[in-house]
């Protein structure tokens, strides 16, 4: 039987790598250099990618736990129990796993991969600030490697009257890089906490 990719692990890596880039951050505060708010810009990306990873993670584990809620939606007859790799492969459809917003996010997870009644999707949905933070992540994350029109419409959506054209500018403010790990950490360590495997 294949072996299970663990959640609590994956959950536990993400907020390690978490705590590496708020070292790095912290690393450069307070700082007079114009440039230290790239180093935010890059922060935001990695951070992003990294919460992407364990997000991914956490989906092919419940494939790998469970595969009738994927094989319901996508009319295919799959074993019962798949390896890691074949999970990944169904996950990233050999491109690479993407969403926009908490709502693809939630959407592909109850629809596509899991069934609203997963686990991690009631974590997920449990916290209205969950939904705040991952829509600011990706918005931040999209204007630092953007820099377009449409990417600083929705920063300012998400961002509301706190928006600053850059988003290496506002998450320089006070905590806020602080606040954003912890939160993100929050998500990751509930949806572990609920976890099985």
Same mark, same amino acid.
């Given at each position: 039987?294949?072996?299970?990719?663990?959640?609590?692990?994956?959950?536990?890596?993400?907020?390690?790598?978490?705590?590496?880039?708020?070292?790095?951050?912290?690393a450069f505060q307070p700082?007079?250099n114009p440039h230290v708010?790239?180093?935010?810009?890059?922060?935001?990306?990695? #951070?992003?990618?990294?919460?992407?990873?364990?997000?991914?993670?956490?989906?092919?584990?419940?494939?790998?736990?469970?595969?009738?809620?994927?094989?319901?939606?996508?009319?295919?007859? #799959?074993?019962?129990?798949?390896?890691?790799?074949?999970?990944?492969? #169904?996950?990233?459809?050999?491109?690479?796993?993407?969403?926009?917003?908490?709502?693809?996010?939630?959407?592909?997870?109850?629809?596509?991969?899991?069934?609203?009644?997963?686990?991690?999707?009631?974590?997920?949905? /449990?916290? $209205?600030?969950?939904?705040?933070?991952?829509?600011?992540?990706?918005?931040?994350?999209?204007?630092?490697?953007?820099?377009?029109?449409?990417?600083?419409?929705?920063?300012?959506?998400?961002?509301?009257? /706190?928006?600053? =054209?850059? =988003?290496?500018?506002?998450?320089?403010?006070?905590?806020?890089?602080?606040?954003?790990?912890?939160?993100?950490?929050?998500?990751?360590? $509930?949806?572990?906490?609920?976890? =099985?495997?």
């Amino acid at each position: 039987m294949p072996k299970k990719l663990s959640i609590k692990k994956s959950a536990e890596k993400f907020c390690n790598r978490s705590d590496e880039l708020l070292e790095f951050i912290t690393a450069f505060q307070p700082s007079k250099n114009p440039h230290v708010y790239m180093l935010y810009d890059l922060a935001i990306i990695k #951070l992003c990618a990294s919460f992407e990873n364990f997000v991914e993670r956490v989906i092919v584990g419940g494939i790998n736990n469970d595969t009738s809620v994927f094989a319901n939606a996508t009319g295919i007859k #799959l074993p019962k129990h798949l390896s890691d790799e074949v999970c990944f492969y #169904l996950v990233e459809g050999g491109r690479y796993f993407d969403f926009r917003d908490f709502g693809d996010l939630v959407g592909k997870m109850r629809n596509q991969y899991l069934g609203k009644e997963h686990f991690s999707v009631k974590a997920l949905e /449990s916290k $209205t600030s969950f939904k705040i933070t991952i829509n600011r992540l990706f918005a931040l994350r999209n204007l630092a490697a953007h820099e377009s029109d449409q990417s600083r419409r929705c920063a300012q959506k998400a961002l509301g009257k /706190s928006y600053k =054209p850059m =988003p290496g500018v506002w998450i320089a403010g006070p905590k806020r890089f602080d606040s954003l790990v912890a939160e993100l950490k929050e998500i990751a360590e $509930t949806i572990a906490k609920n976890a =099985p495997y």
